[in-house]
């Protein structure tokens, strides 16, 4: 017996959605990765803890206008390549002045 056609579509139309909710779900672990190493990166060189680290990513990420998981990508690549954009470092410093109890290395004198 042949499944009837509405019950093939229901299932044709859960399939898609699944799909697309596991898309999502590896998207989601990609970009709480990214969010992860930069808190890293704010613990290690602002020296703060964890939390501070992500509320000073918050903070950057709201004072900018910037989505935090962008946010994020400028500081991992600032770690990589040494570059950060001068607002984003700007703010990243008022940040953890706010949150922390250092100026970012090699900041330029104020």
Known sequence: MAPEPSESNGESDRVLELEEEV??????VTSH???DQAIGMVVALGRVSPDQ??????????????K???VAELIL???RDGEIPPDIRAELEDA?????????????PE
Not at 53 to 66: C, F, P, Y
């Open 77 to 79: 690549v600032w770690g």
């Open 68 to 70: 935090l998981r962008n």
């Open 23 to 28: 898309q999502q779900l590896k998207e989601a």
């Open 33 to 35: 990765a990214v969010v």
């Open 96 to 108: 953890l002045d706010r949150h922390g109890p250092t100026q970012i290395p090699e900041a330029p």
């Open 53 to 66: 680290g992500w509320a000073v990513l918050k903070d950057v990420s709201q004072h900018t206008n910037i």
